[in-house]
């Protein structure tokens, strides 16, 4: 049953607490990121989504070193590039071990929910280290999700990045271009690419006629410089693209019946944590805090 569309409205000040309180949010001055231009990233876990907004935004974002997932909330990171202010939203992986698929897209949408009333959502970026020569079940996951939260007119802000291309030889440079080129070829890749999604390589530059890959710990200059570069090529233009689902809560449905919501809880029928105790309730809040501000 969904409880957000039957339970009576409640104090919209107290839901507003309770979401902020879940998200990590690094914005210590509201007034000062007004108007910024939040960009997602979003991937599975483990893929480097945290690595790389540490790159673009040099703040020191938790990145792990383990299998469980390293980011566990979401994390709002302001930075100004050219002059232009963006705030990156990173968010747990999906597909994680320890944590429930659902629970994080409640989390995505409770700190879009939050920073909603000072930024527009300017692109969504989604991080893959495209290390497996088939696609994996998470990664079939988040990109088929990734369709239905976005829409496809929403693909030109749409960033693919691809990660972990050093600490390897010429060869297995090449072995992992010749990959990402198929994978372009791909139900899951090309529909994005068609529809004016854009590639990045974070870490892979030309270096006269060779590919090289620039050393996440020794070279993480050059790799924020290349980065921080894209983000400004990319995104520094006014955009009046809306994400499918931002039109979806604007006008006035409930997160589960959004298309990625509908699909999500589709996709995960059955798993055993699925709805975790407080999610109804916190979906409620979620929807009152959405509403009221669209
Ligand atoms: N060598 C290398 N390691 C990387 C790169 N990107 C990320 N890593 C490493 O991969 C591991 C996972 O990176 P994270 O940035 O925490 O990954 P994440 O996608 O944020 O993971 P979750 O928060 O669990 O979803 C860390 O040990 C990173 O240092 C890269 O380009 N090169
Ligand atoms: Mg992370």
């Known amino acids: 049953m969904d409880i957000t569309s039957k339970t009576p409205l409640?104090?919209?000040?107290?839901?507003?607490?309770?979401?902020?309180?879940?998200?990590?949010?690094?914005?210590s001055d509201k007034a000062a990121n007004m108007g910024a231009d939040l960009i997602i990233v979003t991937g599975a876990t483990g893929v480097g989504k945290s690595a790389f907004i540490k790159s673009v935004t040099g703040s020191n974002v938790y990145v792990s070193s383990t299998l469980q997932s390293g980011t566990r909330t979401t994390a709002?990171?302001?930075?100004?590039?050219?002059?232009?202010?963006?705030?990156?939203?990173?968010?747990?992986?999906?597909?994680?071990?320890?944590?429930?698929?659902?629970?994080?897209?409640?989390?995505?949408?409770?700190?879009?929910?939050?920073?909603?009333?000072?930024?527009?959502?300017?692109?969504?970026?989604?991080?893959?280290?495209?290390?497996?020569?088939?696609?994996t079940k998470s990664q079939k996951m988040v990109l088929t999700w990734l369709q239905h939260f976005c829409g496809n007119d929403y693909m030109p802000n749409v960033t693919i990045v691809s990660t972990k291309w050093d600490r390897k030889d010429d060869a297995g440079i090449e072995e992992k271009l010749d990959r990402y080129s198929q994978w372009c070829e791909s139900d899951l890749i090309r529909p994005?690419?068609?529809?004016?999604?854009?590639?990045?390589?974070?870490?892979?530059?030309?270096?006269?006629?060779?590919?090289?890959?620039?050393?996440?710990?020794?070279?993480?200059?050059?790799?924020?410089r290349e980065a921080r570069a894209m983000i400004h090529e990319r995104y520094h233009d006014a955009s009046e693209l809306r994400l499918k689902i931002y039109t979806e809560i604007a006008d006035g449905q409930s997160i589960d019946a959004t298309s990625a919501g509908r699909w999500l809880r589709s996709a995960t029928k059955g798993s055993s944590n699925a709805t975790a105790p407080d999610q109804g309730k916190s979906r409620q809040y979620l929807n009152e805090s959405l509403h009221s501000n669209g």
């Open 76 to 135: 709002l990171v302001p930075t100004i590039i050219n002059g232009k202010k963006y705030i990156f939203l990173d968010m747990p992986g999906f597909s994680a071990a320890d944590m429930d698929d659902r629970e994080i897209f409640y989390l995505l949408m409770t700190a879009m929910a939050t920073i909603q009333p000072y930024v527009k959502f300017r692109g969504l970026i989604y991080v893959d280290k495209f290390d497996d020569d088939r696609s």
């Open 192 to 224: 994005l690419l068609l529809n004016g999604a854009e590639s990045f390589h974070h870490g892979l530059i030309q270096d006269g006629d060779r590919k090289r890959g620039l050393d996440i710990g020794r070279n993480a200059e050059g790799r924020a």
């Open 10 to 27: 409640r104090s919209i000040a107290d839901g507003w607490r309770k979401l902020s309180s879940r998200v990590c949010n690094a914005l």
